[in-house]
């Protein structure tokens, strides 16, 4: 009877562990396509990228990253609000670190056509 629990536990990390397994391998695979479809544009000559950008996609991604383990881990350990939080906590400033890699773009494209605007008419 003991022994069964014991094979029963193994089996359940086995395959948890298998499972996270292919998460990180699909997620490896999701983050280099990523990174060479932008490598790609930018050797074409239609995405400019600022080392800004690339600072804030680094931490974006790491945080995102650190954000899945550890929610993962915390639901394998059965601690649902300690899981939510970590989303909370974790996941939104990764959220807002990845999208301010596309408003301040856009927010100086703003500021330089205000100004351009301004210099023509005076």
Known sequence: M???EADVESKIKYITNGGEVMLWLFLGIIIGLGLGVVL???RAGRL???WYQWVL???SVAMMLL???NYIGLKMEIESSAANFVLLAMGL???VLAGLIWIIP???KGRKSAS???NAST
């Open 48 to 50: 400019n990228v600022k």
């Open 67 to 69: 954000t899945i383990q």
């Open 116 to 118: 351009g605007g301004q």
């Open 57 to 59: 996609a680094v931490i």
């Open 93 to 95: 400033p990764a959220v």
């Open 2 to 4: 003991i022994q069964e």
């Open 106 to 108: 856009m927010i100086s």
């Open 40 to 42: 790609t544009q930018i």
